[in-house]
């Protein structure tokens, strides 16, 4: 098992930023990749970016050059840094970790990141 506790999430203006963390504890040896999804209001769960527990880093193309993902192996946390946010980058932040990524893993509970225009 594994847990997965998200935090950082708030109320942004546009162009501002946001650190999100993501603690997590359990049976961790084998989860290889940890990322961030999110999931605005009637919209599907999308990848946001993933590392892997060598460092390579995936993003998707809407966040590239503003958010950087990055995780301290020794914490057991993953972070991701949102700069110059945009309204369209409101929704829940969800936190997941798993042995590679055509596998679902575990999920954290998600926090909200919302950004006023």
């Known amino acids: 098992q594994v847990q997965l506790v998200e935090s950082g999430g708030g109320l942004v203006q546009a162009g501002g930023s946001l650190r999100l963390s993501c603690a997590a504890s359990?049976?961790?040896?084998?989860?290889?990749?940890m990322g961030w999804y999110r999931q605005a209001p009637g919209k599907q769960r999308e990848l946001v970016a993933t590392?892997?527990?060598?460092?390579?880093?995936n993003y998707a193309d809407s966040v590239k050059g503003r958010f950087t993902i990055s995780r301290d192996n020794a914490k057991n946390t993953v972070y991701l840094q949102m700069n110059s946010l945009k309204p369209e980058d409101r929704a829940v932040y969800y936190c997941?970790?798993?042995?590679?990524?055509?596998?679902?893993?575990?999920w954290g509970q998600g926090t909200q990141v919302t950004v006023s225009s």
């Open positions: 359990g049976s961790l040896f084998s989860m290889n990749v």
């Open positions: 997941n970790a798993s042995p590679s990524p055509s596998l679902p893993g575990y």
């Open positions: 590392i892997t527990r060598g460092g390579m880093t």
